[in-house]
């Protein structure tokens, strides 16, 4: 069967949609997901992004590239957002379905004038079963994690998926492996893994994030990892709380902005959707068989490279 495919990024973080609303089911979706992120004619991929309907609400599936699904992806989201935008609801504010829980989508203004932008309300928990270090605490801000060694300060949030971050004077890219790796591997602490993020401070309103990603490793970006360090900013009195937080990533630049309430805390998470070609790829139900790229978004493209070269990181 041939299966519409569209390579896409937020802030760098390149993914394969598919629209399964439009698309008959592909079968086995975690399978399609390790073989379509490994294909040398997809290039880079950080997972695979299904839009899918449940009930009368649009949804996401997000599959990492060893085929784990994710339950939320900050960056995949605005992709997909873009996607039921144009082909479906034609509205600037709607709601996307992810992991069991409902997301408030807003059409942002396009970013430098040109480069399209969506916006994603998150609700960020301090407590999660995910969270075996924090035994059974309402909140770990701040903290060592002795199983993790180092003397890095973890602050635990739970944005649908599970982020420790900890801010650092330098990002030690050899230590955030390390960190990654070491966490999938200590099941009473980390019982499904998690996500690991080291952010420093740039100056009072902007970061720069690094994150290892559960089931994808060290990625050029992570929009719920950013959305965590930007509010672990705040807890921490970093950043200000209702102020627009710059934060920057080898992939490029997203705005945050974290509103603590006494029902809970939301981020904002604003950034790009960006498409980069549109193809096909021959699908046996268990095989790859070939893939085709059709239509390239070449200028678009190219407005975001210029953007992220304006950013001088």
Request: with cysteine.
């Amino acid at each position: 069967m041939q299966v519409e495919i569209i390579k896409c990024h937020g802030s760098g973080n390149e993914f394969v949609m598919v629209d399964m609303v439009a698309q008959p089911p592909i079968g086995d979706m975690a399978e399609f997901a390790r073989q379509i992120c490994s294909h040398e004619v997809v290039g880079k991929a950080d997972g695979v992004l299904y839009v899918v309907k449940e009930g009368e609400h649009y949804a996401m599936r997000m599959f990492n590239p060893d085929g784990s699904e994710a339950e939320m992806c900050g960056n995949g989201i605005r992709c997909v957002a873009r996607l039921v935008e144009e082909r479906y609801i034609a509205e600037r504010d709607f709601t996307l379905l992810s992991g069991g829980n409902s997301y408030p989508i807003h059409r942002a203004d396009d970013i430098a004038g040109c480069i399209r932008a969506y916006g994603v309300d998150i609700g960020v928990k301090t407590t999660s079963p995910d969270f075996g270090f924090a035994e059974g605490r309402e909140s770990f801000i701040g903290q060592e994690i002795a199983s993790l060694g180092g003397e890095e300060q973890f602050t635990a949030l739970n944005l649908g998926n599970p982020h420790i971050v900890a801010a650092v004077e330098e990002i030690d890219m050899a230590r955030l492996q390390e960190l990654g790796e070491r966490v999938q591997l200590l099941k009473k602490d980390f019982p499904r893994g998690i996500n690991v993020s080291l952010f420093r401070k740039c100056n009072k309103s902007a970061i720069f994030v690094a994150t290892y990603e559960r089931g994808a490793g060290i990625t050029y970006s992570c929009g719920t990892a950013m959305t965590a360090s930007s509010t672990a900013s705040v807890l921490l009195g970093l950043c200000e709380a209702d102020s627009d937080i710059s934060v920057l990533n080898k992939g490029g630049m997203v705005i945050c902005r974290c509103t603590p309430t006494a029902d809970g805390i939301v981020t904002r998470l604003t950034g790009n959707a960006t498409y980069r070609w549109v193809g096909e790829a021959e699908w046996s139900g268990d095989r790859i068989e070939s893939i085709t790229i059709g239509k390239h978004f070449a200028a678009e493209c190219e407005r975001y490279d210029e953007f992220v070269m304006a950013l001088n990181m």
